[in-house]
């Protein structure tokens, strides 16, 4: 990644953390929302409804999210993603399939990347964002 980044992207860690306060990594996630330098994806958001556990929550989690900057797989992302997946494994990384689609486009975006997951430093060309 080159260049000055355009944001950040959070994974899905970083999220529950956020929306099970009080947390630190929380806090640092609501300043770049408050910033606008926060981005979301539709493997996140998939992957925060899946564990959704009251109409309260689903609101919670919607409405902090709808503004938010928004990345989306197209065509040639998907078949990037399918080439970085294919180059790790060939490494003998497997990845799982949700982090190579976030990877796909915190490259494709220039955003870094912020999470807790540390397989995540194996992926050339993310960037990860350091609280």
Not at 35 to 43: F, R
Request: hydrophobic share 45%.
């Amino acid at each position: 990644m080159s260049g000055k980044s355009n944001g950040i992207l959070a994974d899905t860690c970083i999220w529950i953390e956020f929306f099970k306060q009080p947390s630190s990594i929380g806090d640092v996630l609501e300043a770049r929302i408050i910033e606008d330098s926060i981005w979301v994806c539709g493997v996140v958001m998939y992957e925060l409804a899946q564990g959704i556990k009251s109409d309260h929550e689903r609101s919670q989690i919607f409405t902090t999210v709808a503004n938010l900057a928004y990345a989306e797989m197209s065509k040639t992302l998907w078949q990037q993603a399918g080439y970085l997946s294919s180059s790790l494994r060939k490494k003998g990384l497997t990845i799982p399939f949700s982090d190579i689609l976030i990877a796909a486009l915190s490259i494709e975006h220039n955003l870094q990347v912020f999470t807790l997951d540390g397989h995540f430093k194996e992926i050339p060309g993310v960037t990860l964002y350091k609280a």
